[in-house]
């Protein structure tokens, strides 16, 4: 049908016309007015959240421009995701990695795979610490009304589910509002009995904690809920929550376009460049009718922003957005031909995200009996999602003959050894306040250092919360303007590797060692599959992991940090970028450190938070 295709990039779908849910949706991008209050760079989780709340009271007008379309979540192919791939990584045998991040209005709340978790106490109070100042309210009990304004309880488990599965949870973490404009934390209804017996052999484990649930900033055994709606079961994101159904003259949105850059009047961020994400020329038959385009030249244009405009498009292109304006590291702005208006260092440093390895894998003689489920339950009840429990790991849990050597080994380095010479001291100087944090949270069971979702055996693949290396998002110095050059750097800090080598043996242990309850049901002749009987020192644990793991799962945070500038920060508690006026950062590249959860939860607290500093500034 072709009322479903886009009309030169301008989303044209056509139940979407008729629909109410897209009333802000400019049907053509030359529509949009010349200046606003607010330019919101990025339709995804945070900006959406943002240009909701700052339109919401009908005195400020707001526009957001987003480069992917209106279309239904989910990810399917390529067509909603960026294709970005990593640079090789020198210390994972050279290999590259898919970088994805949601390409539409959504962001990456649109596609991701709606586990829904906070981080611990000292996630947040690191946040406080790494302010530099006294006072900082991004600590955990300032962050909780944000998270409870941000996040709705869509609704606990069925209390049968909850009995058969020994679920717990904390009502409290959630806000109560059940408004249809909310983002919504909902419990599976469903789960594979084969977790029962996990969850018996790991509650009984030595050093392995049962609290509440993990929103209550702890670390253990225990059930995460999903970004769900609690009654269709739909997906919760940031287009139902923060945008659908919003009826307001003050707000619009224009999708399939490209925010190319920030631009300044002296130092002052006046408004930012725009372009077409498909230009005219390149969509022949598509452009007829409403809709149109009407394309003035190249298609580029400047929108104005009267009071603030806020960077939204997630911790991949927020720095490259910035360096493209001209505010990043000096010498890079030079190299690319880019006049320099703030020389920022840590725009684009500081990258973090969450490692995989691939899950422990052994031959069972006979998988542990579990009991049925309660077929007696409604069938949508049963409906398995996957899973929901999660084991979150301290490193003295984790290692409890090694984490004090490993944490003085750590607090031993020097902040600079692991960083590519000439790295800025700025960097440097943040980074020795990280490591000083994490040096501490290594001695602390209720610090993250790996996630472990668990569907039945074998458990999903462990992740790494707190990795010890830093990456880089840069410009792509021949083509500036494609997608930048995105290096993990995984493993730099050869740390890293002996942290998750400790969580293979822990896994070890777990199924096979003396403490374990499943070791009955291993059939310890044919033994380990994965890694397999050929890794047992560290140095072959460490080669296995060099082949196998994986550095990214699409958390990527830090890029465009909430620091001091003089350690390599990019923004201050307003989230207002140092050296410029009235430009902000809201979303994960503003994390200091990354969060041990997953990171869409924090996101919308994060941008509820900001919403609120922004208005007060306004
Ligand atoms: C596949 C996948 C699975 C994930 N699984 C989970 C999970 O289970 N649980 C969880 O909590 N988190 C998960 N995450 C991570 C989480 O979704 C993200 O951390 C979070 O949504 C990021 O929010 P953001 O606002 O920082 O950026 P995004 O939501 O990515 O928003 C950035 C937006 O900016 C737009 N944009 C970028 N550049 C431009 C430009 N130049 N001009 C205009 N627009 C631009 C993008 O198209 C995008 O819409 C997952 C992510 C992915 C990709
Ligand atoms: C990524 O590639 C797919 C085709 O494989 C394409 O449909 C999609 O538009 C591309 N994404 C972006 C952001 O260009
Ligand atoms: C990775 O690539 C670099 C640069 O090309 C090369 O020096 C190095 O030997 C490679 N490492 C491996 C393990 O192949
Ligand atoms: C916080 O720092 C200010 C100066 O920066 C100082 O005057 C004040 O006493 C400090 N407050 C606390 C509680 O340490
Ligand atoms: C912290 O102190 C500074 C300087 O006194 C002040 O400007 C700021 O508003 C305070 N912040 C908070 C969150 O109290
Ligand atoms: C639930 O917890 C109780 C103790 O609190 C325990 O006896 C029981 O085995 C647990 N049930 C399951 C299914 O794990
Ligand atoms: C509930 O949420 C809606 C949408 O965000 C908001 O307008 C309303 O004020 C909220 N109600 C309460 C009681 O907070
Ligand atoms: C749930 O999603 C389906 C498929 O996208 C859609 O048809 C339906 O309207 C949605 N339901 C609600 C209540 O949003
Ligand atoms: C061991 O398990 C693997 C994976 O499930 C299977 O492919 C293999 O056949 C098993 N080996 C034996 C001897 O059963
Ligand atoms: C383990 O597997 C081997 C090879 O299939 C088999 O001979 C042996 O009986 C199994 N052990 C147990 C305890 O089932
Ligand atoms: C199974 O579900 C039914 C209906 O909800 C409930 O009455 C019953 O107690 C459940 N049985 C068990 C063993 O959980
Ligand atoms: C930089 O861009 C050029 C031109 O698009 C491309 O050929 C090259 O592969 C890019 N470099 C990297 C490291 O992605």
Not at 349 to 369: I, R, V
């Amino acid at each position: 049908m072709a009322r479903t295709r886009l009309l030169f990039g301008l989303l044209v779908v056509s139940h979407c016309l008729a629909s109410p849910h897209s009333y802000s949706l400019l049907q053509d991008r030359d529509d949009a007015h010349d200046v606003y209050d607010y330019v919101v760079v990025g339709g995804g989780t945070a900006g959406l959240t943002v240009a909701d709340r700052l339109s919401e009271s009908g005195r400020y007008t707001v526009l957001a421009v987003e480069y992917g379309i209106l279309e239904p979540d989910g990810r399917r192919g390529r067509t909603n995701m960026y294709n970005i791939t990593s640079v090789p990584q020198v210390n994972l045998n050279n290999r590259t990695f898919p970088v994805d991040v949601g390409c539409i209005v959504g962001g990456s709340s649109a596609v991701n795979a709606q586990a829904f978790q906070r981080g611990t106490k000292r996630d947040y109070n690191n946040w406080a610490e790494l302010s530099g100042v006294n006072n900082s309210s991004w600590n955990w009990d300032d962050l909780q009304p944000y998270f409870r304004k941000a996040i709705q309880l869509g609704s606990g488990p069925h209390p049968d589910i909850a009995r058969f599965y020994n679920m717990t949870y904390n009502p409290g973490s959630y806000g109560t509002n059940t408004s249809k404009h909310s983002i919504f934390a909902t419990f599976s209804r469903g789960h594979s009995p084969a977790v029962i017996p996990l969850y018996q052999s790991l509650r009984e484990y030595p050093g392995v904690n049962i609290p509440i649930d993990h929103s209550v900033g702890a670390v253990g055994l225990a059930w995460t809920p999903r970004s769900m709606d609690p009654i269709s079961l739909n997906r919760s994101y940031s287009r139902t929550g923060h945008y659908d159904g919003l009826d307001r003259d003050n707000y619009h949105l224009i999708t399939a376009t490209r925010v190319e850059r920030v631009v300044f009047k002296g130092k002052t961020a006046d408004g930012v460049e725009i372009s077409p994400r498909w230009p005219a020329e390149d969509h022949e038959g598509k452009g007829k009718g409403k809709g149109r385009n009407k394309g003035k030249g190249n298609g580029k244009r400047i929108i104005k922003a009267r009071k603030e405009v806020i960077l939204s498009a997630g911790a991949i292109h927020t720095p490259q957005i910035l360096q493209l304006s001209g505010v990043g590291p000096a010498p890079l702005l030079k190299k690319a031909k880019i006049p320099v208006i703030v020389d920022l260092p840590g725009v684009g440093a500081n990258l973090q995200d969450h490692a995989y390895q691939p899950a422990l894998q052994f031959n069972w003689t006979s998988p542990p009996p579990h009991p049925e489920v309660n077929t007696t339950l409604p069938p949508a009840e049963t409906f398995v999602f996957g899973p929901g429990l999660n084991l979150m790991m301290g490193l003295p849990g984790i290692s409890p003959a090694r984490y004090q050597s490993l944490a003085a080994s750590y607090l031993a380095q020097s902040p600079d050894q692991f960083f590519p010479p000439g790295t800025h001291p700025t960097i440097i100087a943040g980074y020795a306040q990280q490591q000083r944090l994490y040096a501490a949270g290594m001695l602390d069971k209720d610090f993250a250092f790996s996630a472990t979702g668990m569907g039945g055996i074998p458990v999903a693949a462990p992740q790494l919360m707190h990795g010890l290396s830093r990456g880089t998002v840069t410009l792509n110095l021949t083509s500036p303007l494609s997608e930048p050059i995105v290096d993990y750097r995984f493993a730099s800090n050869p740390l890293d590797l002996e942290i998750v080598a400790e969580n293979i043996k822990f896994f070890r242990r777990f199924y096979t060692g003396p403490d374990s309850t499943l070791k009955q049901y291993v059939n310890l002749t044919l033994g380990e599959i994965q890694p397999g009987p050929g890794y047992k020192s560290d140095e072959e644990l460490k080669e296995w992991l060099r082949a196998n793991l994986v550095p990214s799962v699409f958390h990527p945070s830090g890029t465009a940090a909430k620091m001091p500038r003089e350690w390599g920060g990019v923004v201050g508690e307003g989230l207002e970028v140092y050296g410029v006026k009235r430009l902000s950062v809201v979303d994960t590249s503003i994390f200091p450190t990354i969060v041990g959860s997953t990171t869409s939860m924090t996101v919308y607290a994060a941008a509820e938070k900001a919403a609120d500093l922004i208005k007060e500034r306004a």
